[in-house]
């Protein structure tokens, strides 16, 4: 049984930091895709970044390209991503993500996580 946990969430002022973590647990995640998502409140739930099961790939949406960082430690079985500069409009959960199928890019997702919280306040 897969399960993702996300931690690292929390309350930060504009222009402040987070590091969110996905820790991975029934399944080996270095043969595989990763990848953060996040939901603001009326929105759909859109991919922010991606990783390969190397990390030699990264996919980065507009909305974060410089500013988040992901990045993976396949021997812990976690994936990270590093928040900066956060702004206003970076307020949502956030869901790490793992596909079903191994060394595929790009990436459905099968798995998800139950989420975590940012809150970026003015």
């Known amino acids: 049984q897969v399960q993702l946990v996300e931690s690292g969430g929390g309350l930060v002022q504009t222009g402040g930091s987070l590091r969110l973590s996905c820790a991975a647990s029934g399944r080996t995640i270095s043969r595989y895709v990763m990848g953060w998502f996040r939901q603001a409140p009326g929105k759909e739930r859109d991919l922010l970044t991606a990783?390969?099961?190397?990390?030699?790939?990264?996919y980065y949406a507009d909305s974060v390209k410089g500013r988040f960082t992901i990045s993976r430690d396949n021997a812990k079985n976690t994936m990270y991503l590093q928040m900066n500069s956060l702004k206003p409009e970076d307020t949502a959960v956030y869901y790490c993500?793992?596909?079903?199928?191994?060394?595929?890019?790009?990436?459905?997702?099968?798995?998800w996580g139950q989420g975590t919280q940012v809150t970026v306040s003015s």
């Open positions: 993500a793992l596909p079903a199928s191994p060394l595929t890019w790009p990436s459905t997702y099968d798995y």
């Open positions: 990783i390969s099961w190397s990390g030699a790939r990264t």
